[in-house]
T-cell receptor, first 116, second 112 residues
Framework: KAGVTQTPRYLIKTRGQQVTLSCSPI?????VSWYQQTPGQGLQFLFE???????NKGNFPGRFSGRQFSNSRSEMNVSTLELGDSALYLC???????????????FGEGSRLTVL | GENVEQHPSTLSVQEGDSAVIKCTYS??????FPWYKQELGKRPQLIID?????GEKKDQRIAVTLNKTAKHFSLHITETQPEDSAVYFC???????????FGKGTRLHILP
C-alpha cells in the first residue's frame, strides 16, 4: 500500500507570495490533517479534513487555508507569506470511522518551505 | 483548549540504560495518548499509544504509563540502543475538540 505523498518536497518563496502544498493520503483514508513543524515548537495542528469538510482548525491566522477533494487528496494554501512561515509542513492521513478519529496518524515526508 | 507539556526537551543516556520522557495534559476529556518517533530527516511514526481506560502498555523495550488523576503519561525505553536516537513526541487527543495536540518533542541522544 502506498504511503502518504506530499508535493513539492522543497520550495523557496519570497515574502508576500503564496504557496500551495499537496497531500495524497493512503488509499482508503478519508481524514487528512496538516501540521507545521518548526524547531522548538514541535508539531502544531493546522486543520483536519474529512469527506471534503474541514472538521477542526488550529490557532493559525486566516492566511492558512485548505481544502479536500472527493478523492481525499488535500491541499493547503498559505497566502501573503511571512518569514515566520518557514517550516516543514507535514500532512497525515488516518482511517476515520463515524464521528470519532482516534486512529494512528500516517505522516508524509513533508514539504519544506523557506520564505526569503 | 488542550495543552500538552513535554519534558525534558533534550535527554542523553548511555547505551543500555533506560530513558524516560514525561508529558502532562490539561484537558481531563482527553482519552487517547500516542507517542511518535521522528528520526533525523524522516517522517514521524507511531511507536506506541495508550487509551484512557488502560494504565500501562508495553511493547518489547517500550512502555507507556498513564495517570489520569494527575493528568500525566510517560514513555519508558529500556536497554537503549543507538537506533533509539530520535525526537519523540507525545500527544493527547481531546474527544470534545476531536483533534490531537502534540508536545514540543524530546531529542533523545544515545551515547556509545
Amino acid at each position: 500500500k502506498a504511503g502518504v505523498t506530499q508535493t513539492p518536497r522543497y520550495l523557496i518563496k519570497t515574502r508576500g507570495q503564496q504557496v500551495t502544498l499537496s497531500c495524497s493520503p493512503i488509499s482508503g483514508h478519508r481524514s487528512v490533517s496538516w501540521y507545521q513543524q518548526t524547531p522548538g515548537q514541535g508539531l502544531q495542528f493546522l486543520f483536519e479534513y474529512f469527506s471534503e469538510t474541514q472538521r477542526n482548525k488550529g490557532n493559525f491566522p486566516g492566511r492558512f487555508s485548505g481544502r479536500q477533494f472527493s478523492n481525499s487528496r488535500s491541499e493547503m494554501n498559505v497566502s501573503t507569506l511571512e518569514l515566520g512561515d518557514s517550516a516543514l509542513y507535514l500532512c497525515a492521513s488516518s482511517y476515520r470511522t463515524g464521528d470519532i478519529n482516534t486512529g494512528e496518524l500516517f505522516f508524509g515526508e513533508g514539504s519544506r518551505l523557506t520564505v526569503l | 483548549g488542550e495543552n500538552v507539556e513535554q519534558h525534558p526537551s533534550t535527554l542523553s543516556v548511555q547505551e543500555g540504560d533506560s530513558a524516560v520522557i514525561k508529558c502532562t495534559y490539561s484537558d481531563s476529556a482527553s482519552n487517547y495518548f500516542p507517542w511518535y518517533k521522528q528520526e533525523l530527516g524522516k517522517r514521524p511514526q507511531l511507536i506506541i499509544d495508550i487509551r484512557s481506560n488502560v494504565g500501562e502498555k508495553k511493547d518489547q523495550r517500550i512502555a507507556v504509563t498513564l495517570n489520569k488523576t494527575a493528568k500525566h503519561f510517560s514513555l519508558h525505553i529500556t536497554e537503549t540502543q543507538p537506533e533509539d536516537s530520535a525526537v519523540y513526541f507525545c500527544a493527547a487527543f481531546t474527544f470534545r475538540d476531536d483533534k490531537i495536540i502534540f508536545g514540543k518533542g524530546t531529542r533523545l541522544h544515545i551515547l556509545p
